[in-house]
């Protein structure tokens, strides 16, 4: 009898598994969304980002100032790699039809008030203007003055003390009491693409298959249709089949797109992958499963197939933030924090970024997939909670219309 309900178990999962793969390739909505977004979005944001480091930027400077400090800080900018300055303009609007025009990507204004402060041993400070067209250039704009600033506050300081009396050691022991080196052995270059293509790889497996599966789910319950009512079917209690074979096929689906995104696009980009194969795989297999439960989940509460398109816009920009990859999570609120929880990609996206762009092991993971392994076991048991109440109330609703129709 244990043998024949074994047998009876994985063939029910089979067909559930089977059945669902079936319901996914007749939707041509579900199929656009996995091929467009699933296998599409990784070459498009790749190819947006391709040149991931811009250099020589073109900017314009009205220097209102004409004085010696703020000539010293033009000479500076202009030897950065950032930045190049293409014109020297007589005021802002002169440099604004500049950048209108296309021809600087920013403004740097030094007031006129820049060199007298200086001397008077007061704060001063000098305006910077960046076309937000590309992330790039505000990137390298902000870098490229950021550095001269730093230098000229200690050249600044190095001449104030010079001025009261103190001698070279002294000096150099006062502005900088302890010698340190810039060491940022992941991504020397700053590359834009390095850090945000490593989190939106694992994101758009989570996004893809939470609306994926909403899609069908939102499509099935404006026919009055649910996956739960198979339950019945089942010999003894077959959520766990429903729950085995509906997100066996999602698993199945998203494991090639998986193996895609995290071992094909980046080697086509030039992405690093310094991890090793077994760990980032291993850790793919359980961010997956990870997701099938959370999209299982989630998707309990999609009523109709379009309100997959509003999650989309507003979910998506704050998930990415939540991974952490532009933030630092040791700074987020205590209430962003714990929506950062929520979500599988804010563990995935961390663990893969500690294994393939770090080059850690599994032990520069242990705390994501930890986390992972939780929150995929709390999904599991409120998706289990999820298709037994649905199963129960649609069985109350059909008891109640034939009551209804005998009456």
């Not at 032990?363 to 599991?380: D, L, S």
């Amino acid at each position: 009898m244990r043998s024949n309900y074994i047998r009876k178990w994985f063939a029910d999962a089979f067909g559930t598994m089977a059945h669902e793969l079936k319901e996914i390739w007749k939707d041509g909505g579900v199929m656009l969304i996995i091929l467009a977004a699933g296998l599409v979005y990784p070459l498009l944001y790749n190819l947006i980002y391709l040149k991931g480091t811009v250099s020589d930027v073109p900017v314009a400077v009205v220097d209102e100032a004409d004085c010696a400090d703020s000539r010293r800080f033009i000479r500076e900018i202009e030897a950065t790699p950032e930045l190049s300055i293409k014109a020297e303009c007589m005021n802002m609007q002169e440099a604004r039809r500049l950048m209108e025009d296309g021809k600087v990507r920013g403004i740097i204004l030094f007031p006129s008030d820049f060199g007298e402060k200086l001397s008077r041993n007061q704060t001063t400070v000098f305006s910077v203007y960046a076309d937000m067209s590309s992330f790039l250039f505000y990137k390298n704009i902000l870098m490229g003055t950021n550095f001269v600033m730093l230098h000229e506050i200690g050249q600044i300081q190095m001449e104030r003390l010079a001025a009261s009396g103190m001698t070279g050691q002294e000096i150099s022991q006062t502005v900088k009491p302890l010698m340190y080196e810039d060491n940022n052995p992941f991504n020397k270059a700053f590359d834009y693409s390095y850090f945000l293509i490593s989190a939106i790889l694992m994101l758009i497996i989570q996004q893809v298959m939470l609306y994926s599966m909403s899609m069908l789910a939102g499509t099935k319950r404006e026919r009055n249709i649910s996956f739960a009512t198979m339950t019945d079917r089942f010999e003894g209690r077959g959520v766990v089949r429903v729950l085995t074979g509906r997100g066996g096929a999602y698993w199945l689906i998203f494991l090639g797109i998986g193996l895609y995104v995290a071992f094909i696009v980046p080697a086509l980009f030039g992405i690093p992958q310094r991890g090793s194969f077994g760990d980032v795989l291993t850790m793919l297999l359980f961010f997956i499963t990870d997701c099938v439960f959370f999209s299982m989940t989630w998707s309990t509460f999609i009523t109709r197939r379009e309100s997959v398109f509003l999650i989309f816009l507003s979910m998506s920009p704050i998930a990415l933030f939540l991974t952490g990859c532009s933030w630092p999570t040791c700074s987020f609120p205590w209430f962003w924090k714990m929506c950062s929880y929520l979500f599988p990609s804010t563990f995935g996206v961390q663990a893969f970024m500690n294994m393939s762009t770090a080059g850690g092991g599994m032990w520069a993971a242990q705390e994501q997939m930890t986390a992972i392994v939780i929150q995929t076991i709390v999904y599991f048991i409120t998706s289990y909670i999820a298709v037994y109440v649905e199963n129960r109330l649609i069985h109350r609703r059909e008891a109640l219309a034939e009551g209804s129709a005998k009456e």
